[in-house]
Structure formats: C-alpha cells, structure tokens
C-alpha cells in the first residue's frame, strides 16, 4: 500500500509535534530519559484535559466517476 506524504495524518502529527516542541521541549530541564517521558507523559494528559478537541472529518472521499 502506497501513502504519499502529503496525507492529512501527517500534517496532524506535525501540529502535535509542533505544540509538544513549544510548550515542552524547548523550555524544558530534563535529568533522565525517564524525567523526559514522565513529562511527556504529564503534558499529553494536561493538554488532553485542557486544549484537545475532536477534529472533524470534511472528507468524504473521491466520487467514482462512471
């Protein structure tokens, strides 16, 4: 199966990288790998908690033409 780059999972993924980077990554003071994960782990529940919301799906698919 053939998944070109462009698709629109990836540009979501990016957002998420995107807010985890300046709001985390960049500020951030880690000890361990073990403090890096926890703390990722902590912001994913906050910003679940504060921020997330659904997105919503406009793409219907492509019509067959016949």
Do not use: V
């Not at 995107?18 to 926890?38: A, Q, V, W």
């Amino acid at each position: 199966m053939y998944l070109p780059k462009h698709t629109s999972w990836l540009n979501q993924i990016e957002c998420w990288f995107s807010i985890l980077t300046r709001r985390l990554l960049k500020r951030g003071e880690f000890t361990s790998t073990f403090d890096l994960s926890e703390q990722i782990l902590k912001f994913i529940d906050y910003f679940n908690r504060t921020s997330a919301k659904p997105f919503l799906w406009k793409f219907e698919g492509f019509k067959e033409s016949k």
